[in-house]
């Protein structure tokens, strides 16, 4: 029996963040149900500000019911040209994370194509190319799929560190759901 | 998929013409009165003159005609896309002076401009799919639709495809306190109200596999809910009762009609999802037209945290069946989640609003600039759309 209460809510910056989270989650089983992705705003480039400035209230709010209930709260945030310490530093000003807390800061770097682009491929990326976006969201279900513990696929070792850093912060919150990184 | 819909001379629809998006889901947003459900009923009548559920004079009686005008003759057409080919069907009812008398003035369907069916003047002519030139022709009645009277035969596969694509299209406004929690025979279509689910369920519960599927993602959904299940009631009817983990491991039992009104709204709402795939009363060969479900605010009774589950949920089921999804929604959290940037892949958003000589009309609605208020915010001042 579930409880009737979102389990994981996603604080991302556009749909295409959305549809890979989600996809991810449903993978491992977190479906529909059990996750609430906030309604990001509408306009290019609105969506890293909507991030930055809700992050603070969702980690109050996460602070306020972890204790109670079972909930997790996954951020993800394009580096686009900075640093991942710099991306989770400007995050972290208004709200510093401690180490037990199931909050979890996705960052990729360049962004969300960099990941997609990896997984279609298998080979290296340069995390500082803005890749094409995908025609269509949904595109990146299988290679999504390809992250999930239980899928035979094996991440390559170029595996981009940005991807990395967040299989092990996805890893930290939700024990099991990413495939095993390569050394 | 329907490419678009045009009525004229019903209720509030004037010279109306409306192509929906290509998003899997299509939000129809705007103010009460502003003829969002009229397109719903018009689509419904429409519908069930070709297929055959009911005559010109029980689907389009004088109420039906726009009140502010003494015009004599309803004008329809409906588009719809198979892969390339474009299906035509258009429909026009002329009233009697005395309004007393409705009949078919025509009924025509063509594929790309090429004709399959003509019925005019009380004379349905036929056309042959892969030859030129007329195939028969013969006397009818004005009162029917000729599409709906053909049989399917290696001949009119065209013709019989886009009658299975209408028979497909389910619309509806789902009203719980309507719904019977008892059935006498499986139905396949919904009523209206969706009064009949009990009915449909049991039809649709024929494929056990999509019944567990539904029932184990009702235990996410329902607090728990353990199954369904049909039982005798009488010597014809049977009542569905659903059984929920009640204190101690100890299975409760409930009536469907003595659950909520927003969990029977739940219900509901998966199920329809689930049944997408059921097999449908008309069957056509491996080549099965895609559904087209139509809601009328199916955020009704439900709880606010349950509408974006519902809709992420719509989303992958549409993407996996490829139906397609028209909806009537004044719920911010639909509003707010389907205004949002995206490839148009899963949602359209459209304005419907009325006219200066009071008929609707309809707007495509996109994602405003940056920096301004959310657009369910926008929706209750009445700024969407302008």
């Known amino acids: 029996m579930s409880e009737n209460y979102t389990e994981i809510v996603i604080l991302c910056e556009g749909r295409q963040d959305e549809v890979f989270l989600r996809r991810f989650l449903k993978q491992n089983g977190y479906g529909h149900h059990r996750v609430r992705c906030r309604p990001y705003p509408a306009g290019s480039g609105s969506g890293k500000q909507f991030v930055q400035a809700e992050y603070a209230k969702e980690v109050v709010e996460h602070r306020r019911r972890a204790t109670r209930i079972n909930i997790a709260l996954i951020v993800m945030h394009d580096c686009d040209t900075r640093t991942m310490e710099e991306s989770r530093a400007m995050l972290e000003q208004s709200a510093v994370r401690h180490p037990n807390e199931r909050i979890a800061l996705l960052l990729p770097k360049r962004n969300i194509e960099t990941w997609i682009h990896f997984l279609q491929d298998g080979g290296p990326v340069d995390e500082s190319t803005p890749y094409r976006k995908l025609p269509r969201e949904s595109d990146c279900h299988s290679v999504v799929d390809r992250l999930g513990a239980k899928h035979e696929y094996r991440l390559s070792a170029d595996v981009p560190s940005s991807l990395r850093a967040a299989c092990l912060e996805i890893q930290r919150i939700l024990p099991k759901s990413c495939v095993e990184l390569p050394e | ?386």
């Open chain 2, 1 to 386: 998929m329907l490419k678009r819909i045009y009525a004229d001379n019903f209720k509030c629809l004037v010279n109306f013409a409306w192509e929906p998006g290509p998003g899997h889901i299509n939000l129809m947003l705007g103010p009460n009165g502003s003829g969002k459900t009229t397109v719903f009923e018009c689509l419904e009548r429409v519908r069930a003159f070709a297929t055959g559920d009911g005559k010109v004079d029980e689907l389009f009686p004088p109420s039906t005609l726009t009140q502010w005008q003494d015009v004599p003759i309803q004008k329809f057409a409906i588009e719809w896309e198979r892969e390339g080919e474009v299906f035509h069907y258009e429909l026009a009812i002329v009233h009697t002076k005395n309004r007393v008398h409705q009949e078919v003035q025509h009924e025509r369907l063509s594929v790309d401009g090429k004709p399959l069916l003509r019925f005019e003047t009380g004379e349905v002519h036929l056309y042959g799919e892969n030859t030129s030139g007329e195939m028969s022709a013969y006397p009818f009645d004005p009162r029917q639709s000729a599409m709906a009277s053909q049989p399917p035969l290696w001949n009119n596969t065209k013709l019989t495809w886009f009658r299975v694509a209408l028979r497909r299209t389910k619309i509806l406004q789902i009203v719980p306190p309507m719904m019977d929690e008892t059935s006498f025979e499986e139905s396949p279509r919904p009523l209206g109200y969706f009064q009949n689910f009990v009915s449909w369920y049991r039809w649709i519960s024929q494929d056990q596999g999509m019944a567990f599927r539904l029932q184990k993602e009702l235990t996410e959904v329902l607090p728990g809910f353990s199954h369904f299940k049909l039982e005798p009631y009488g010597p014809e009817a049977k009542l569905l009762k659903a059984f929920f983990q009640g204190q101690a491991g100890r299975a409760v039992e409930l009536s469907f009609g003595s659950l909520s009104d927003g969990q029977r709204m739940l219900i509901a709402l998966y199920a329809l999802l689930h049944g997408l795939a059921a097999q449908p009363e008309e069957t056509y060969g491996n080549d099965l037209p895609s559904e087209l479900l139509c809601l009328d605010e199916p955020d009704n009774f439900i709880a606010s945290r349950e509408i974006q589950p519902w809709l992420t949920a719509v989303e992958d089921r549409l993407f996996e069946t490829k139906a397609r999804l028209l909806v009537i929604s004044h719920h911010p959290e639909s509003i707010d989640y389907a205004l949002i940037p995206s490839s148009g892949e899963a949602y359209s958003a459209f304005w419907f609003s009325r006219g200066e000589s009071g008929q609707t009309r309809v707007q495509p609605l996109v994602a405003d600039e940056p920096g301004g208020l959310k657009p369910s915010e926008l929706a209750a001042r009445g700024w969407l759309g302008s």
